[in-house]
């Protein structure tokens, strides 16, 4: 089982959202803590002009920030175990490394720069592709609960980390899980001389969902499951189910050596669109 769970933060109100977040979490799975900010004290590494003293406001103001999120993480659930680290190094790398053996990596959607970058910027998308454990980017400001956690779904076997986690999530919150079968027809289907059978398709579509969750649902009895199937692009079908979700999980897929290109289409398209917090798990 992975040791901790690892909460980044520079300081900015969406990092702060991280660490309540990742303190709840602790809470309910009963690990560790671990806040985690970094120390980036030249583009590139190379230092080009001397700041006096600049080495010692630099970590000063570091751990203001670590002791200002440690106590918001405490007064949120004072029973959890809690530690930090100040650690050197671009952001997006300090935090994939200090995720090695996480059970989960937790950041802001938006922050100051640091590891709660703006989804659309390179920092989220770089740790999200690049981590090995489940990373879930949180929306600043305190939105309603509505004790529902969304998870998207295809037919292949490479979604079952994300159900794993999805349904393990749903389970420790007591919430109702939507799991969003979204699937198109192909392209050339509106071509007059090609004829489709609507309700062959949605029958096999149903039982690709069925097959998918059946020991899923064995294993987690307790979790209230609703098979969700549309026909509507992935995207499009979990970013309308984020308006009533706490939570949208999605696999990643993606093939390449870029971070962007690791996390496949989906998952960048729901972390740019989504109106609640969203967890990457890679297969």
Not at 2 to 15: Q, R, Y
Not at 19 to 39: K, M, Q
Not at 88 to 114: F, M, N, S, T, Y
Not at 184 to 202: F, G, K, N, S, T
């Amino acid at each position: 089982m992975s040791a901790l769970i690892i909460a980044g933060t520079d300081g900015s109100t969406g990092a702060t959202a991280a660490v309540e977040w990742a303190a709840d979490d602790a809470a309910r799975t009963g690990l560790p803590l671990r806040i985690v900010t970094a120390v980036h004290r030249w583009p590139n590494d190379i230092p080009r002009f001397v700041i006096p003293d600049g080495e010692d406001v630099m970590t000063r103001g570091a751990r203001r920030i670590l002791d200002e999120a440690e106590a918001t993480a405490r007064t949120r659930q004072p029973a959890i175990e809690v530690s930090t680290a100040l650690v050197e190094g671009p952001p997006p790398v300090v935090l994939r490394d200090q995720g090695q053996d996480a059970a989960e990596i937790v950041i802001g959607r938006r922050g100051l720069g640091g590891f709660a970058g703006a989804v659309i910027g390179s920092i989220s998308m770089h740790v999200a592709g690049h981590a090995h454990c489940p990373v879930v980017v949180v929306r600043p400001g305190q939105a309603p609960a509505h004790g529902e956690i969304t998870v998207g779904i295809d037919g292949s076997d490479a979604c079952d980390p994300a159900l794993a986690y999805a349904f393990e999530q749903a389970k420790q919150r007591g919430c109702t899980l939507r799991a969003i079968y979204a699937w198109q027809l192909p392209v050339h289907a509106y071509a007059p001389e090609i004829a489709y059978d609507m309700d062959e398709i949605r029958t096999a579509q149903y039982t690709v969902v069925a097959d998918r969750l059946a020991t899923w649902q064995q294993k987690y009895p307790e979790v209230n499951l609703i098979e969700d199937i549309r026909c509507a692009h992935p995207v499009e079908a979990l970013t309308k189910a984020s308006t009533t979700s706490d939570l949208i999980v999605v696999g990643s897929h993606g093939r390449g050596a870029l971070g962007s290109l690791l996390l496949g289409s989906v998952s960048r398209g729901v972390l740019h669109h989504a109106h609640c917090a969203v967890a990457v798990v890679r297969s």
